[in-house]
């Protein structure tokens, strides 16, 4: 199985199965979405120690979220 899904206090979150793809868990990682407008959506996304990235769109969110994760890096 590439993942599971977790139930903790309410929240359902994905845990990726880290092992199969060759990289151990660095720990957890909380993100903030900060919604300014949602049609379309748009404002930023920020994490701890690092500067809040701002979107515009799905798909402004989603290449916000791969530049503060460093995907791709």
């Not at 993100?31 to 979107?55: H, N, S």
């Amino acid at each position: 199985m590439r993942g599971h899904l977790e139930k903790e206090a309410g929240h359902i979150r994905h845990v990726p199965d880290a092992a199969a793809a060759g990289r151990a868990h660095a720990g957890h990682v909380v993100i903030v979405i900060r919604l300014d407008a949602t049609e379309p959506p748009t404002g930023e996304v920020g994490m701890q120690g690092a500067e809040p990235v701002p979107f515009a769109g799905w798909l402004g969110l989603l290449r916000a979220l791969s530049e503060l994760l460093g995907v791709g890096d």
